[in-house]
């Protein structure tokens, strides 16, 4: 049966259980996500507790990281999603895509309502990729994909 949080406070106290097993096991976010045959976004967020994970996966994630029956069955509820509070992130990697949000924000809405109408860009139907590049100039770039299915605005 599908069971829901109400809260957010046994989901993060899995996290804080998971990113340490992850942490002693000296494993990566894809190599957890490997065996779940899902994304390596799509675990990650639901290791911090943003997604609920399918049985199956849940189970693999539990194997790899060696968690009992217990955390199996909270991967799998359905969280209290949001992870970041009601202020500006102090984070300094979460406060740039809150930047990036305030300086490309009302340009991302106006030519996504110009390109497809009324409606948003849903992040429930949605994938997300992060890749790592070779800086031309030198160093690194990050790629970051955002995909979501547009859902218009329906007159009622």
């Known amino acids: 049966m599908i069971q829901s949080q109400i809260n957010q406070h046994s989901r993060l106290a899995l996290t804080d259980t998971l990113l340490l097993a992850k942490a002693r096991k000296d494993l990566t976010f894809a190599q957890i996500a490997e065996p779940t045959g899902l994304s390596e976004a799509f675990v990650t967020a639901a290791l911090l507790g943003q997604h609920p994970l399918p049985a199956s ?3 693999s994630v539990a194997d790899t990281l060696d968690l009992d029956a217990d955390a199996v069955a909270l991967l799998q509820t359905i969280p209290l999603r949001g992870s970041i509070g009601n202020g500006v992130p102090t984070d ?3 406060y740039r895509f809150y930047e990036m949000i305030q300086v490309y924000g009302t340009t991302l809405k106006a030519l996504v309502h110009e390109k497809f109408g009324d409606g948003i860009i849903s992040a429930i139907n949605f994938k997300l990729d992060v890749k790592k590049v070779d800086d031309p100039e030198g ?7 955002l995909d979501g299915k547009y859902l218009p605005t329906k007159p009622f």
């Open 139 to 145: 160093g690194s770039r990050a790629v970051i994909t």
């Open 57 to 59: 996966a849940a189970q």
């Open 92 to 94: 300094p990697t979460i």
